[in-house]
T-cell receptor, first 112, second 114 residues
Framework: NAGVTQTPKFRVLKTGQSMTLLCAQD?????MYWYRQDPGMGLRLIHY???????AKGEVPDGYNVSRLKKQNFLLGLESAAPSQTSVYFC???????????FGSGTQLSVL | GENVEQHPSTLSVQEGDSAVIKCTYS??????FPWYKQELGKGPQLIID?????GEKKDQRIAVTLNKTAKHFSLHITETQPEDSAVYFC?????????????FGTGTRLKVLA
């Protein structure tokens, strides 16, 4: 039982490059989330999904896009990376919207 | 707007002493309050949670209290051990667009000194 798996674990990008972060969960959870974690700012919600084929904006969605084509996968895309997007990104999932969140181990992204 | 304030940002205690972390929230519609522990290089993990119809919940050395009137909740760790050293985050569920989302506090770095 892997839980929530994020790939890659580390990535370095140049300004303007694009990339996709993959999140996969094997718990049949409906809800999936992407957060970014910056020093002194806690976890901020980027986008979330309440089920397959749905996505919605969180607190800090600018510069990111997401897709949930399959229930178990939630992709986070950066079309044109900026240094302000240097952060640690966490994916999480839950069975319902007010239940325990299961987090992945994070992706450290640096944009130069 | 929606906000969760968490204090202190860092906390050092001697092994065996108690630690208390406090959070306040702004949205009175919040009704679920989880606490997460994050160890270095790992994702946060739920350690305890409380719902708005309960005032206190305990799980061995960990307890959470909720004061709905004052809109604050606290994490209490008794008999602290070195393995309790980590960053702790509080969160509050907030209704939005027909569902709920979590607003997290900014975290407390707890150091337990042996």
């Amino acid at each position: 039982n892997a839980g929530v798996t994020q790939t890659p674990k580390f990535r370095v990008l140049k300004t303007g490059q694009s990339m996709t972060l993959l999140c996969a969960q094997d718990m049949n959870h409906e809800y999936m989330y992407w957060y970014r974690q910056d020093p002194g700012m806690g976890l901020r919600l980027i986008h979330y999904s309440v089920g397959e084929g749905t996505t919605a904006k969180g607190e800090v969605p600018d510069g990111y896009n997401v897709s949930r084509l399959k229930k178990q996968n939630f992709l986070l895309g950066l079309e044109s990376a900026a240094p302000s997007q240097t952060s640690v990104y966490f994916c999480a999932s839950s069975y319902t919207e007010r239940e325990k969140l299961f987090f992945g181990s994070g992706t450290q992204l640096s944009v130069l | 707007g929606e906000n969760v304030e968490q204090h202190p940002s860092t906390l050092s205690v001697q092994e065996g002493d108690s630690a208390v972390i406090k959070c306040t929230y702004s949205d009175s519609a919040s009704n679920y309050f989880p606490w997460y522990k994050q160890e270095l290089g790992k994702g946060p993990q739920l350690i305890i949670d409380i719902r708005s119809n309960v005032g206190e919940k305990k799980d061995q050395r960990i307890a959470v209290t909720l004061n709905k009137t004052a809109k604050h909740f606290s994490l209490h760790i008794t008999e602290t051990q070195p393995e309790d050293s980590a960053v702790y985050f509080c969160a509050a569920s907030v209704p939005t667009s027909g569902t709920y989302k979590y607003i997290f506090g900014t975290g407390t770095r707890l150091k337990v000194l042996a």
